[in-house]
């Protein structure tokens, strides 16, 4: 008796303070991780989700915000509603527009039922006292209000729509890839103001982060399409692997994939990332890189630094060894339209997630100090134009801009 009355007392206690439920609670917590909710709003050494985390963008530098439930700068004193809006019109609860560099052009996507769990999830986390440092934005991009302009443009505020003529297994992996893990915001090419094209939808796009500490530079985030320059040569079980542990036949993960691997497609279950491979293969080729041709003069000197510097892990035939390194022949990376990703892993070396996932391939070196601008180029432009490989010259210039 004594213990039905604590249950019932307690039961009386959870339904007067209006509690979440606790399983919309997990569930929440599952969905904030599918969304990069933490990796976005945590800054190195703050606590979690109080924001102040710096996004380089074409327009300027935009911080994340506070949204602990902390009543004075998070969300603590923001309604279901006012979330919503945030999350799919890109309003702030005061009425500010935000910039798109938060994802909410995806997370328009975002159904009720999972909306209400991640609120219900960030009501519970610890709040924290800490108000977003100010933005650095050129004019006149600095005027918000702008943003509503941008909005009618390029906003589409549509909830999912299924496919019916796709599996739901196909569906849910369009949900997470389009909607809540916003992988076309990194992957999705961007128009002058800063819009996803739709047309190339996940065709290969660029980012801003860090090359080395303290270094932010341009990163391009390949071609997800079944294009020679995208996922061709990617099996369903590759994409799965990759996005499951962070390592595959294809392909280990380094640069900015790191966070999206640790902080979110490794922390899904099995069957989301099979329903986010099973769509990713699904999409149709969009081929963006165009094949080169090189004058033989140039090939060989290309050919000569691949021998010197790579070969011995990279295999002469660019198809790697799967206990020392991955093929060339065939990634993505190294033909993508925009070779930023490429230089990048060239000029400051490819940085395995920690921890490792298992079966891992060691770090790459740097070889930015080994070798000169006019080497980086003619090397990148020779895989790009052998072993079957397209993609469009790299210059000096392309070399300069990434160091
Ligand atoms: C790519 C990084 C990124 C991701 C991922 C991200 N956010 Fe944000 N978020 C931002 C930035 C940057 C801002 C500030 C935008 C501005 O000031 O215009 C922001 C703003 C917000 C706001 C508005 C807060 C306010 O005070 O107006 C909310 C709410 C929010 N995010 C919630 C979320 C949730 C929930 C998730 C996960 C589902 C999420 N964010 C994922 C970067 C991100
Ligand atoms: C923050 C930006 C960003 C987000 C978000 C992002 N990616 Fe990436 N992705 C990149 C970049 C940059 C590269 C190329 C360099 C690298 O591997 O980091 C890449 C590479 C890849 C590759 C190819 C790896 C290789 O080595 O060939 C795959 C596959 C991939 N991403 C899938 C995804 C999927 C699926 C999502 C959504 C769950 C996603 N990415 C979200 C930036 C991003
Ligand atoms: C000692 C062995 C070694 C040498 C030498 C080496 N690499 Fe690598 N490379 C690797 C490993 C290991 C990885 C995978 C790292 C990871 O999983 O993050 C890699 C990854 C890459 C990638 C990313 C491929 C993809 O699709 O994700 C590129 C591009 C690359 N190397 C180019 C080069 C070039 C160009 C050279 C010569 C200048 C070179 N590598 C020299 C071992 C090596």
């Not at 998070?74 to 560099?101: C, H, N």
């Not at 918000?144 to 909005?151: A, D, F, I, P």
């Not at 060894?321 to 490429?342: H, R, T, Y």
């Amino acid at each position: 008796m004594r213990i039905l009355l604590a249950a019932f007392v307690m039961l009386s206690a959870g339904v007067q303070a209006q509690a979440p439920a606790a399983d919309a609670v997990e569930r929440g917590r599952y969905l904030t991780a599918a969304g990069s909710c933490k990796h976005c709003h945590t800054a190195e050494g703050g606590a979690a989700f109080a924001g102040g985390v710096a996004f380089t963008t074409d327009f300027g530098v935009v911080y994340s915000t506070n949204i602990t439930p902390d009543p004075t700068t998070g969300i603590g004193g923001w309604s279901f509603e006012q979330f919503a809006r945030a999350m799919r019109e890109g309003v702030s609860a005061d009425g500010t527009k935000l910039y798109p560099v938060f994802p909410y052009p995806s997370f328009t996507k975002v159904n009720d039922d999972d909306l209400r769990d991640i609120f219900a999830y960030l009501q519970t986390v610890a709040p924290a006292a800490k108000a977003a440092p100010a933005n650095d934005m050129g004019f006149p991009y600095s005027q918000r209000s702008l943003m509503g302009v941008w909005n009618a443009l390029y906003l589409d505020n549509q909830r999912y729509a299924p496919d019916a003529s796709q599996s739901p297994e196909w569906n849910r992996g369009a949900y997470l890839v389009q909607g809540l893990s916003h992988c076309g915001s990194c992957h999705t090419p961007r128009n002058m103001l800063g819009a996803e094209k739709q047309d190339l939808a996940l065709s290969g796009g660029t980012y801003y982060d860090e090359v080395a500490p303290n270094l932010i530079r341009p990163w391009s985030a390949v071609n997800l399409t079944s294009a020679k320059d995208g996922l061709a040569a990617w099996s369903m079980e590759d994409i799965y692997d990759y996005l499951r542990t962070g390592h595959s036949a294809t392909a280990g993960t380094f640069g900015p994939m790191n966070a999206v691997i640790t902080e979110n497609t490794s922390k899904l279950t099995d069957g989301d990332v099979r329903a986010m491979a099973v769509y990713l293969k699904s999409l149709p080729p969009i081929e963006r890189a165009p094949k080169h041709e090189m004058n033989p003069a140039d090939f060989r000197a290309g050919e000569l630094l691949y021998t010197i510097h790579c070969g011995t892990c990279h295999l002469p035939t660019g198809l790697g060894d799967p206990s020392i390194g991955p093929a060339l022949a065939g990634s993505s990376v190294v033909q993508a339209e925009d070779p930023a990703s490429l230089i990048n892993s060239i000029i400051y070396g490819a940085t395995v997630a920690t921890p490792a996932p298992p079966g891992a391939w060691d770090n790459m070196e740097a070889f930015g100090d080994k070798l000169d601008d006019d080497e980086i180029a003619l090397l990148s432009t020779y895989m790009r134009a052998n072993w079957g490989n397209r993609g469009g010259r790299v210059t000096e210039a392309d070399v300069a801009k990434q160091r």
